[in-house]
């Protein structure tokens, strides 16, 4: 079973750079797709980012194409969310989640595991 905690999330100003981590127990980490995922206040959550087992493939919602890149180090059992030229419509909490089935799916519902989530706020 896999376990997973984010953290580095903070407030940054309009433009600046986040980068959030989600760190993994478990054998198995390097098998499981990754995904971020993440929900503003008073809305619903949705998809951000995702990564398939070997990094091979990734996945990004058009809202954060350019901006944000996913990567992970299986070697660390850690995903990251690289995130710059941040915009107040990016402030959420941001959530990690692993998918065993190692596709890096946009589909929140494909996710097994799920992060208590690391808030990010951009606000001048």
């Known amino acids: 079973q896999v376990q997973l905690a984010e953290s580095g999330g903070g407030l940054v100003q309009p433009g600046g750079s986040l980068r959030l981590s989600c760190a993994a127990s478990?054998?198995?980490?390097?098998?499981?797709?990754m995904g971020w995922f993440r929900q503003a206040p008073g809305q619903e959550r949705e998809f951000v980012a995702a990564?398939?087992?070997?990094?091979?493939?990734?996945n990004y919602a058009d809202s954060v194409k350019g901006r944000f890149t996913i990567s992970r180090d299986n070697a660390i059992n850690t995903v990251y969310l690289q995130m710059s030229s941040l915009q107040a419509e990016d402030t959420a909490v941001y959530c990690c989640?692993?998918?065993?089935?190692?596709?890096?799916?946009?589909?929140?519902?494909?996710?097994?595991?799920w992060g208590q989530g690391a808030p990010g706020t951009v606000s001048s």
């Open positions: 990564i398939s087992w070997n990094g091979g493939r990734t």
């Open positions: 989640a692993a998918d065993r089935f190692g596709v890096p799916s946009k589909r929140a519902v494909e996710y097994e595991l």
């Open positions: 478990g054998r198995t980490f390097s098998t499981y797709a």
